[in-house]
């Protein structure tokens, strides 16, 4: 049974920092493409981030270009978002997801068959 926990979540100001971790447990994490998306009051879920199985290839949303970093830890079966210079248009529920072997990241959310229990992020101006 695959199990999917997310943390990192909180409230934070403009222009400060958060780090979100993902964690998978019962899968063969290395060999899984993970993403982040987040759903915002009122909009669609938004493809946030990226990275292939492999780790060769990651993509980010225009919106978060050089201000977002993802990566991942094999070793610890944990994907992260670092997220710097937040902005209040950043506030969201960011939701995590894996798919298996995916060869190329997707940005639609309905390639990807698990997905966390999302973490709010709140950034007040």
């Known amino acids: 049974q695959v199990q999917v926990v997310e943390s990192g979540g909180g409230l934070v100001q403009a222009g400060e920092s958060l780090r979100l971790s993902c964690r998978f447990d019962?899968?063969?994490?290395?060999?899984?493409?993970l993403a982040w998306f987040r759903e915002a009051p009122g909009n669609d879920r938004e493809a946030v981030s990226c990275i292939t199985w492999s780790g060769s290839d990651t993509i980010y949303a225009d919106s978060v270009k050089g201000r977002f970093a993802i990566s991942r830890d094999n070793a610890k079966n944990t994907l992260y978002l670092q997220m710097n210079s937040l902005k209040p248009e950043d506030t969201a529920t960011y939701l995590c997801?894996?798919?298996?072997?995916?060869?190329?990241?997707?940005?639609?959310?309905?390639?990807?068959?698990?997905w966390g229990q999302g973490t709010q992020v709140t950034v007040s101006s």
């Open positions: 997801a894996a798919e298996e072997t995916m060869p190329e990241c997707s940005d639609v959310s309905v390639s990807y068959g698990y």
């Open positions: 019962g899968l063969s994490f290395a060999d899984y493409t």
